[in-house]
């Protein structure tokens, strides 16, 4: 299988607390490897390191074959990495559509004279990146919806539209932080079944998430971190049994049902 | 920064074939208009006034172009100074042509821009207003105490003019009209296309824009160094009308001007800044004479507007065609 | 060059221009502490207290420290009615409290050059004595307007730490929500914070006003300074308020004594906008990511 991202000893502190303190793993094309730990346990700056939102202190990251260490996100973007986010993920305002549309931006930016002036390969790369709007608004069930406000949207809708806004870049690999963070069991599964027809695609999917039902029954290989370590790692249902992950879980407030 | 409900949506300017037609003509009739006004109104003064207007648009235009990008600065007069002196000493210093000298002009505010931009445009919002607003009070202090060459308070005079006996009301009013129209077709055009689309998307949700493969800080600081360009332009132009410039014309009050202009007309729709600088210099023009009391109702005019309609006259007449609909 | 007298020169200087600076950027940190308020209007409320004392001692020629309690005072509590009118629209709203301060600016130093007029005027000094300190002669009324604002920030200090209400605005000044979570009206803070902030800045106008000139726009450069001193010490921090005042009153002082106006204005201004640019949350402000 080939290797799409390997990172290697990533670390951070904030203040003297080490956020996340020498992580390494690889992630595998076409598999979708999740990333769980209690709240608190490093994940989403784990994903902010990876991705380029804050640049690392130590470690590497090698994204095909090509060492991307806090490089900024849209270059990261570029080369067919994309990250989604937990908060303020879509475009409130606008609607549906125009939030696709602006994750369509490599498809659809010709060049900024070509724009201004609305030449032929502006108007082909504007068709180009319409069609794969239309395309995924069907594909993630967004076609009923597509001219609402995305900020009126049922919650769950708006993680699915936060996703195809990704899905609209184009990526190689997809990280998705946090995606059925407070949504109800229904919206989990909505969400669930989106993803598993994004890695039908073809798109490699890293998920991060705490609640250990939805992970569990999604991923293919689990990491687990705590305190900004690695504690384990390994397939679902081997992690999940494993009494120092349970500790980790239950060290915390945050404990979800269904654990084992 | 403005809190307009959600539905419905706010419909997003697409380069589609029958808006763009839609603003072309717009543009074109008020072009004709402007053009064949001072055969209708053959006044020096509404002239004079017409002229002002007009290059105060460039400014107000060119400032909202930053606005759109998310950041509100209040150093845009200083940098038409910086324009205004830089065409002003190449042309009386060097002995260049005018028309080269406002190129020099607009390119001088813009390499500025290209300095300061990077560092500057990296910080959010408030502090971003800050800076801004002290980097305009050190150039205007750079103005003021390099006297070997600004000239000091008493600034720079026998400006020549734009070209050889192009001195009446009725020439100033005919540059200043194609100059708007030109700066106005670019910004307008500029808004409608991807570039604009961009801008919004990172006004909008910066880290979402960003993962989405947009270049935000070359974006901003390129749109940075455009907008000082432009009112960098202005500052030339100025200079060959006035035959003259010295520190106090690109102050603090001329910078707040400019984002006034902005606020009061709509912050976020390229009308608004064109009705804005309508308003700004028309009504003390016309108001003459009651300087402290038209001064005192402007001041009490952006308290009730600030408090009650924060996306300015535009966010008003939107409010009300609504209304008128329903 | 750096003989006693001069070194002395520089330091009352320093003192008294801190005074002047701590005590406006008290008010303008204030404000943007509690009610998130960018008070563009700073300045003219300086310059309002400034008239005060000129009608107080200048014309009614009552004592000095009464004229000047009495100008603080008056102008604090003739400021309720703007709060009430305007400022409480704009609270918690930054960007617009930006620009309609800004109006509420310009309508307040166009009435004054109305009722008053636009010419400068000035303020008699307090004392005409000199103190002889040692071997160097001090202006007694220097002394004097150090003294005084020493006073009102002990007793601005006293009242923070040592009261109930005091508290109650220190609380509200680091996290308003929790304060009204802990039970505090936010109502009566706000107008107490208010208050406070505009007596600090009438007294502040007025010894400026004395220093220099009085003119419906002299609160201009009192504006800028509130600016610099709260970016320096850090918006919205009290001790930032008074460490950034001292440190900009001392720097100004040196420098323009040694240097030249113009250099010092240009090496305060560079020192602030570095650190904005690299630690924008001033010296003791906190960093909101």
């Given amino acids: 299988m080939n290797k799409l991202l390997n990172v290697d000893g990533i670390g951070i502190s904030f203040g003297g607390l080490k956020a996340v303190d020498g992580v390494t793993f690889e992630v595998y094309e076409g598999e979708i490897l999740g990333v769980i730990g209690p709240n608190g346990a490093g994940k989403t700056t784990l994903v902010n390191l990876i991705s380029g939102v804050i640049k690392p202190s130590r470690g590497t990251v090698v994204f095909r074959d090509e060492t991307v260490t806090g490089m900024a996100p849209s270059r990261l973007t570029e080369r067919g990495l994309v990250r989604t986010f937990q908060s303020t993920a879509v475009y409130a305002q606008r609607s549906v559509r125009e939030n696709i549309v602006r994750g369509s931006y490599l498809t659809r930016y010709p060049g900024f004279l070509s724009t201004l002036f ?12 319409d069609a794969q709007v239309d395309g995924l608004l069907q594909r993630m069930g967004l076609s009923a919806v597509a001219d609402d406000a995305a900020g009126s949207l049922p919650y769950g809708l708006q993680k699915i539209l936060g996703i195809a806004i990704a899905l609209a870049a184009r990526p190689t690999l997809l990280m998705l932080d946090e995606p059925v963070a407070g949504l109800s069991a229904e919206e989990t599964d909505q969400v669930r079944d989106a993803i598993l027809r994004v890695r039908e695609s073809g798109v490699t ?21 705590a305190a900004g370590q690695e504690l384990t790692r390994g397939k679902p249902d081997e992690v999940l049994r494993d009494q120092r992950v349970v500790e980790a879980y239950l060290g915390t407030r945050n404990v979800t049902a269904g654990i084992a | ?14 380069a589609a074939a029958p808006r763009g037609m839609k603003v072309l003509a717009i543009g074109v009739l008020v072009t004709v208009i402007l053009a064949v006004l001072p055969h209708v109104a053959d006044n020096a003064f509404i002239l004079a006034i017409g002229a002002l207007i007009l290059l105060n648009m460039i400014g107000a235009l060119s400032l909202h172009l930053i606005i759109r990008t998310g950041h509100i600065s209040f150093s845009h007069a200083g940098f038409m100074g910086v324009g205004a002196y830089a065409c002003a000493l190449s042309v009386l210093k060097l002995g260049v042509s005018p028309f080269v000298g406002l190129a020099i002009g607009a390119a001088a505010s813009g390499l500025l821009a290209l300095v300061v931009g990077p560092i500057v445009l990296r910080l ?16 205007r202090l750079v103005l003021v105490e390099w006297e070997s060459v600004t000239g000091g308070s008493n600034g720079l005079s026998s400006i020549p003019d734009l070209h050889a006996g192009w001195n009446s009301p009725l020439a100033q009013y005919y540059i200043a009209l194609v100059a708007a129209v030109l700066v106005a077709a670019l910004c307008i055009r500029l808004l409608m296309s991807e570039t604009g689309r961009a801008m919004d998307a990172v006004r909008e949700a910066q880290r979402v824009t960003e993962c989405a493969g947009v270049p935000v800080i070359r974006l901003k600081v390129g749109i ?48 608004g800044p064109i009705v804005g600088a309508v308003f700004l210099v028309a009504l003390p023009e016309l108001l003459r004479g009651y300087v402290e009391i038209q001064r005192i109702l402007f001041g009490v005019a952006l308290i009730v507007v600030m408090a009650s309609f924060s996306s300015g006259l535009v966010g008003l007449a939107t409010m009300l065609r609504r209304k008128v609909h329903q | 060059m750096f003989s006693a007298p001069v070194l002395t020169q520089v330091l009352i200087n320093g003192l008294s221009l801190s005074a002047i600076y701590v005590l406006i950027a008290l008010g303008f940190t204030l404000l943007f502490g509690i009610m998130k308020v960018v008070n563009f209007a700073h300045g003219s409320l300086a310059m309002l207290g400034g008239y005060a004392l000129h009608y107080y001692f200048g014309e009614f020629k009552l004592p000095y420290v009464v004229a000047i309690l009495l100008a603080g005072l008056t102008v604090a509590s003739a400021s309720m009615v703007l709060e009430w009118l305007v400022f409480r629209r704009f609270y918690q709203k930054m960007f617009q409290s930006m620009i309609g301060l800004l109006g509420l600016d310009i309508a307040i130093v166009y ?35 150090i003294g005084i604002a020493v006073v009102v920030l002990l007793a601005f200090w006293g009242f923070m730490s040592l009261t109930r209400y005091g508290l109650a605005v220190r609380a509200a000044s680091e996290d308003i929500e929790i304060a009204e979570a802990q039970g505090v009206n936010t109502r009566r803070i706000y ?12 007294i502040a106008g007025a010894i400026y006003a004395q220093t220099y000139a009085l003119s419906p726009f002299m609160g201009e450069r009192p504006l800028m300074v509130a600016f610099i001193v709260v970016i320096l010490g850090g918006m919205g921090s009290i001790p930032g308020a008074a460490l ?22 240009f090496v305060s201004f560079g020192v602030v906008i570095a650190l904005l640019v690299v630690r924008p949350w001033g010296l003791l402000g906190k960093p909101e990511r």
């Fill in chain 1, 205 to 225: 999917v890293m998920v991060i998430d705490h609640n250990m039902r939805f992970i569990a029954g999604l991923c293919d290989r689990l990491l687990v971190v």
């Fill in chain 2, 124 to 139: 959010t919002g408030k502090y971003f207003v800050l800076v801004t607003f002290l980097l305009g009070e050190i150039i």
């Fill in chain 3, 244 to 265: 950034g005042g001292v440190l900009f009153g001392f720097g100004e002082s040196f420098l323009s004594t040694f240097y030249g106006s113009a250099a010092s204005t």
């Fill in chain 2, 1 to 14: 920064m403005s809190n307009t409900s959600l539905n419905p949506p706010v419909a997003r300017q697409t």
């Fill in chain 2, 224 to 271: 940075f160094v455009l907008g000082c360009a432009l009112v960098g332009l202005q500052g030339g132009l100025l200079a060959f009308f006035m035959h003259y410039i010295d520190p106090t014309t690109f102050g603090m009050t001329d910078s707040l001007n400019l984002v006034v202009m902005n606020v009061l007309g709509g912050m976020y729709n390229v009308v």
């Fill in chain 3, 191 to 202: 107008q107490l914070a208010f208050f406070l902030a505009i007596f600090m800045t009438a």
């Fill in chain 3, 111 to 145: 009435t004054c050059v109305l009722v008053f007029d636009v010419y400068e005027r000035s303020i008699p000094a307090a004392l005409d004595s000199m103190v002889a300190i040692g071997s160097v002669s001090i202006p007694a009324d220097k002394l004097m307007i």
């Fill in chain 1, 118 to 129: 609305d030449t032929p390969l502006a108007r082909r790369k504007r068709a180009e990146s």
